[in-house]
């Protein structure tokens, strides 16, 4: 029966990153830079809510929109972090960032709309977009050190552009957009009536004390959606929690979409998420600091041209000068170097690789010598 399951959901294919994850796995000694998640455990504190949220039989099915209780946390924790005016109508809990997205996506998309992603670009968005039959357009932001134009945004945009997409800090550069991006993004909005999607998944891991964003901005209230997630800067990745922030009519919508894709959150898992709104999460932040100083560091003295990132836990460096396609410098970097990394192509980048740091000091030093070995004897032996 399989011909006669929906074709698009036939050709989805596993993610790159998984496939290289698992083949890294199965080397012994290797230093694995492809894990996109803290290598922290979730602090105790949180724990502690979920077990007693459980013996409180906090155990029943949860308002589809989410816990009551958390909405109010999150609302106060919008207002006090970004002064945005989020009412708890206004937040719906969902299964993490990915379910947040995918809920946007088909509450807003319809067959031919056209959405613009910056790119290099998070692989969980193309899918969800040609699940509903909406064209992708990525705008390739590579000769600009990942940030967006106003000109390149404007040529992209067509009668049937619905909505642009933007994350920051980026997975997989970990760049965050300047406020001359946002600046674009916001007066395109503005100008052809388009939604905004702010991916802010990395939002609490900035290295600079301020950073510009759109969360906040009264001129986009009403097209600006925010998903957000507590797997990064709570180390909460296994808890499947997130949520969205949107203008009432839009959460409303969303909200239904949401209900019918997973019904709601876990309710124990929601209570932890409250205590969680009251972790400290800058420790682990500028521990992420301190790892892009090594690596950036390294790569310069390899001389691979990085854009600096400022946030997530990635670095994206250029590999194009060492006559590899970004594949083959990972396979070959895996077998031959025991070093994993994940190629670039898979972000709409073929010249780059993602280093993952969110892993030990000591592994990525490790590491890093690994790669400057191997990029060294490609450079001496093999590019030309
Ligand atoms: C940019 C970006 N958005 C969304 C997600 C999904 O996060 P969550 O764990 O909340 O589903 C990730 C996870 O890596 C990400 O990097």
């Not at 790119?119 to 968005?125: A, G, I, L, Q, R």
């Not at 390149?152 to 933007?166: D, Q, R």
Request: overall charge negative; proline content about 6%.
């Amino acid at each position: 029966m399989r011909h006669k399951l929906n074709p698009q959901v036939i050709s989805f294919t596993q993610s790159g990153i998984r496939k290289f994850a698992d083949e890294a796995r199965t080397i012994p000694g290797i230093i694995n830079f492809t894990i996109g998640e803290p290598e922290y455990d979730t602090p105790q504190a949180i724990k502690t809510a979920a077990y007693s949220a459980i013996d409180r039989n906090q155990t029943h099915y949860p308002p589809q929109q989410g816990l009551l209780a958390l909405r109010e946390a999150i609302s106060a924790y919008e207002t006090k972090t970004n002064h945005s005016t989020y009412t708890p109508s206004e937040i719906v809990i969902t299964n993490g960032a990915t379910e947040g997205l995918a809920a946007v996506l088909l509450a807003v998309l319809t067959e031919g709309d056209e959405v613009i992603i910056p790119s290099p670009m998070y692989v969980s968005y193309a899918p969800i977009i040609a699940f509903c039959k909406a064209k992708l357009v990525r705008l390739d932001t590579r000769s600009t050190d990942f940030q967006i134009t106003p000109e390149a945004l404007e040529s992209l945009i067509t009668p049937k552009t619905k909505l642009i997409l933007i994350t920051s800090p980026n997975n997989p550069t970990g760049v965050v957009l300047n406020q001359a991006s946002l600046n674009a993004v916001k007066v395109a909005a503005l100008a052809h009536d388009l939604f905004v999607l702010s991916d802010d998944v990395y939002h609490q891991l900035v290295f600079t004390e301020t950073f510009a964003k759109l969360n906040g901005d009264p001129q986009l209230r009403d097209r600006l959606i925010i998903t957000q997630s507590f797997s990064k800067p709570y180390a909460m990745t296994g808890w499947r929690i997130g949520y969205i922030l949107a203008d009432e009519p839009i959460a409303k919508a969303i909200t239904l979409m949401h209900a019918y894709l997973v019904g709601g959150i876990t309710t124990f898992n929601q209570h932890a998420a409250i205590e969680a709104l009251n972790h400290d999460s800058t420790p682990m932040r500028d521990s992420y600091a301190h790892r892009r100083d090594i690596g950036l560091a390294a790569l310069h003295s390899m001389s691979l041209p990085c854009v600096k990132p400022e946030g997530a836990f990635y670095l994206f460096p250029d590999i194009s000068g060492c006559g590899l396609d970004s594949e083959t410098f990972c396979l070959r970097a895996m077998r031959e170097a025991k070093v994993a990394l994940v190629p670039g192509v898979y972000f709409g980048a073929d010249t780059n690789v993602r280093i993952s740091y969110a892993i030990s000091e000591g592994e990525l030093r490790v590491g890093l010598e690994r790669l400057k070995a191997f990029v060294e004897h490609l450079k001496t032996h093999e590019a030309r």
